[in-house]
Nanobody, 116 residues
């Protein structure tokens, strides 16, 4: 069982920045793939970025490449999403995700709203 708690969402103007954090507990953090997903109103949840446990290889959705950066601190059991040059279309609930041998888990989500 993995517990994920997100923080850092909020309201920001277009062009601004936010940093999301996700603290994990209940499993060996260094063995699990961590990711961020988002879901806008009336749309399906979509992948934003993932980072592997060892080596920190990253993967990004095309829509956020060059603007968002995912990173992890295995010593703190925390994954981050640095979001720069935010656009109104980035408005969504952002969910932290973990995948490992023990299964897939989701956080409760944090709202990000970008005003134009």
């Amino acid at each position: 069982q993995v517990q994920l708690v997100e923080s850092g969402g909020g309201l920001v103007q277009a062009g601004g920045s936010l940093r999301l954090s996700c603290a994990a507990s209940g499993s060996v953090f260094s063995n699990i793939v961590m990711g961020w997903y988002r879901q806008a109103p009336e749309k399906q949840r979509q992948l934003v970025a993932t980072v592997t446990p060892i080596g920190g290889s990253t993967n990004y959705a095309d829509s956020v490449k060059g603007r968002f950066t995912i990173s992890r601190d295995n010593a703190k059991n925390t994954v981050y999403l640095q979001m720069n040059s935010l656009k109104p279309e980035d408005t969504a609930v952002y969910y932290c995700n973990s995948r490992g041998l023990g299964g897939t888990y989701w956080g409760q989500g944090t709202q990000v709203t970008v005003s134009s």
